[in-house]
T-cell receptor
């Protein structure tokens, strides 16, 4: 049972455009929501994360929007660059009872020059 | 500072063979994890450990065993490999909470079972 659903599976964006990846979760006990970025041949790396007590977090060109009532969160990449081409995973965990992350299915982002 | 090191990086096994994947971390992290990554399925937790000498089952533990005899090492074993275990395996480590600097992942082991 996939507790974190991610869409789209793949995304193609032009350089300078906005990339948007969406995730939905089922378990309301989740209290930590990170996004990981993975380049080919590498392990995932933490990109940005949010807790449910805030609705938005921004770090440079990357923004997480969080909707607690809808049990959804999304990653926005502004001014997308070819170097952003990678696979992106959303995830969720219960910080209060351990730190096991449950990952979404992943989104392969391609930014065309 | 090497971070998380996985060996081997690639391996081809015949059905029924056994092997051990080794994960080593040098960050003094308490928690360690083994995930498998399959296309369209994200990363799924196989087993994890919250400290030296402890292990626990994750989401997809069948067909795998683990051991953590030393804090810095976490071993994943396949006793009798099956084609369904063809995957990319990632080891990760973290402090007690994932929000403290996140997980640190290794670069993966690509395993093919024929």
């Amino acid at each position: 049972q996939q507790q974190v659903k991610q869409s789209p599976q793949s995304l193609i964006v032009q350089k300078g455009g906005i990339s948007i990846i969406n995730c939905a979760y089922e378990n309301t006990a989740f209290d930590y929501f990170p996004w990981y970025q993975q380049f080919p041949g590498k392990g995932p790396a933490l990109l940005i994360a949010i807790r449910p007590d805030v609705s938005e977090k921004k770090e440079g060109r990357f923004t997480i929007s969080f909707n607690k009532s809808a049990k959804q969160f999304s990653l926005h990449i502004m001014d997308s660059q070819p170097g952003d081409s990678a696979t992106y995973f959303c995830a969720a965990s219960f910080e209060t009872s351990g730190s096991r992350l449950t990952f979404g299915e992943g989104t392969q982002l391609t930014v065309n020059p | 500072n090497a971070g998380v090191t996985q060996t081997p990086k690639f391996r081809v096994l015949k059905t029924g063979q056994s092997m051990t994947l080794l994960c080593a971390q040098d960050m003094n992290h308490e928690y360690m994890y083994w995930y498998r990554q399959d296309p369209g399925m994200g990363l799924r937790l196989i087993h994890y450990s919250v400290g030296e000498g402890t292990t626990a089952k994750g989401e997809v533990p069948d067909g795998y065993n683990v051991s953590r005899l030393k804090k810095q090492n976490f071993l994943l074993g396949l006793e009798s490999a099956a084609p369904s275990q063809t995957s990319v395996y990632f080891c990760a480590s973290s402090y007690r909470t994932a929000s403290n600097y996140g997980y640190t992942f290794g670069s993966g082991t690509r395993l093919t079972v024929v």
